[in-house]
């Protein structure tokens, strides 16, 4: 059963475990009138808050949310619909950048956010839906660790940095970048994925950067602006 006895500055929350700790399943709205952010705890009752699940805040009328630190997850459609949401952070006790996985729709509809600072790799779950931040002004700079599926950032019309940052190979879905003009894409050490499914992507690019034994490197005979980064 779900417990409701976790108050965080005046909101209370709803878990159930997972794995060796809690995923959030939502809230109280009758207890977050006139609340406009949300700090999720990094733990409950000694254990970490390492989820949050299925719709778990959709719809709801937040500004601001931070997120628990050891976050691993964000399920299906767990903060869309939001139009409100500005700001998403995570908690301080985040020290290195670690995977994170998307759900489908997790930030759908989103059309205010303007910060998006996770401190973290992002990877998108194969739960069979897409559009995971589509139609959100997404955030300025996002580390990518996974594949993109169709239509994952479609329309997000701030994002204009991407950072490909797994050497794992990365397919790029159907109009996942669609109406995004991306200014500066960074490569990382081993980068397998396929450069034409990303040159439609590129022409607005002013900054790509690649270590000098990437494939990337052989846009830069076609006009590309590579710079050749020795620390990657």
Known sequence: MPITSCQQDG?????????NGWQVTGFLPSLAQNKSEIIIPDY???AKVLAIGKE???YSEFTKVKLPSFLCIIGFGAFMHMPKLEVVTMGSAR?????????????????????????????FVDDGYQFAFCYSFNPDDFALGSSLPKHAFEDCINMKTLTFATDL????????LRNVELKTVNFCQDFQG???????????????SCPANSCVTELAYEGYPIFIDANL
Do not use: M, T
């Open 95 to 123: 020290q290195e950048k670690s995977d994170i996985h998307f759900g489908g729709k997790a930030f759908f509809e989103c059309c205010n956010l303007v910060l998006f600072d996770i401190n973290g790799i992002a990877r």
């Open 169 to 176: 190979p990365v397919q790029i879905g159907d109009e996942a």
């Open 194 to 208: 396929a450069i034409a499914e990303l040159k439609p992507y590129l022409k607005h690019a002013e900054h790509i």
């Open 56 to 58: 778990a805040f959709a």
């Open 11 to 19: 909101l209370f929350f709803e878990y159930k475990d997972w794995l």
């Open 44 to 46: 409950v009752q000694g």
